[in-house]
């Protein structure tokens, strides 16, 4: 388990990392085609209990792609994807279920007119009678989804409102809790903060955080380097499908990973033409030298 500390610039930092932890899932040159499109290709990805990996990228990056293959959504067409040190081709999100594998999507998946604790156990509710005519244990559900988003740090003054009427922030929460109660081991939250407001944004990080200190491994999907940089452990940028860096969080500071994910290396080989345009401040763009050292030194695992 890490052991977490608040830094005096405010970013979530951690005393120790189980670097050394076997990985639940490894991603080892993987790749996916659709017929002649090659979406991604030659990815290595490590995710561990207890850290975050966040995966940042552009429009087209191949993120969707990568949680697709995660998730069980797609098959990937090359390399390996294993799960325990065991190569896995999921047919379905529900064999990545069973795998441990739960994601959370930018829509939630939530009916929004339903009840906090309908949502919570949406799809696996508890029943209680003889069959076949077993009837729904609203009490129990209740009950327990108010334990489990309380020893997430949720609290919520009644379950009986509609999902509908809860923040961004409180909905993502309630989502990650979800994952939690129903055994996740591996939860990918694809791009949780990017609908969401400052305060919104922190909330959802702060039980990201509160997910990492549960022992799960997170994949964190963002186009934010600032949020990532806040919880990550380890950092992947993809550029059109490829991984243009891989490093953990000792590695690489908060600006080169801006630097990566706003196309850093095309900015630095346009820095002596955008210098001749008149109101174009170049004095903070790297050099392209820079960025090469960067991506020289990936960490353990990477694509090079």
């Not at 209740?142 to 809860?166: F, H, Y």
Request: charged share 20%.
């Amino acid at each position: 388990m890490t052991t977490n500390e608040t830094s005096p610039n405010g970013t979530l930092t951690q005393e120790s990392s189980p670097t050394d932890a076997a990985p639940v899932v490894e991603l080892r040159n993987t790749g996916k085609s659709y017929g002649n499109v090659r979406a991604l290709h030659g990815v290595d990805l490590t995710v561990r209990s207890g850290q975050v990996t966040c995966v940042l990228g552009d429009n087209g990056a191949g993120k969707s792609t990568l949680i697709k293959i995660i998730s069980g959504l797609h098959q990937h067409t090359e390399g390996e994807v294993l799960v325990d040190g065991n190569p896995v081709h999921f047919g379905t999100p529900r064999e990545a279920l069973d795998a441990g594998i739960a994601t959370v999507y930018q829509d939630l998946a939530t009916v929004p007119l339903m009840p906090v604790w309908r949502n919570f156990f949406l799809g696996s509710e508890m029943t209680k009678g003889p069959w076949p005519v077993r009837r729904l244990d609203i009490e129990k559900m209740k009950q327990t989804a108010d334990a489990e988003l309380r020893n997430m740090g949720i609290v919520l003054d009644d379950l009986d409102q509609p999902i509908g009427t809860l923040s961004g922030g409180q909905r993502q929460s309630v989502a990650i809790a979800r994952a939690v109660y129903f055994g996740a081991r591996v939860l990918i939250l694809d791009e949780p903060t990017a609908a969401l407001g400052v305060k919104q944004s922190g909330v959802v990080l702060k039980y990201i955080a509160a997910a990492r200190d549960k022992g799960l491994g997170v994949i964190f999907i963002t186009h934010n380097p600032h949020h990532a940089y806040m919880v990550g452990d380890h950092f992947s940028v993809l550029r059109l499908g490829t991984m243009e860096l891989s490093a953990a969080r000792s590695e690489v500071t908060l600006e080169e990973l801006t630097n990566h994910m706003a196309g850093g290396a095309e900015l630095a080989a346009l820095k002596h033409e955008l210098a001749q345009v008149r109101g174009v401040d170049v004095e903070k763009l790297p050099e392209a030298e820079d960025l090469k050292t960067t991506v020289a030194t990936p960490s353990k695992g990477t694509t090079e």
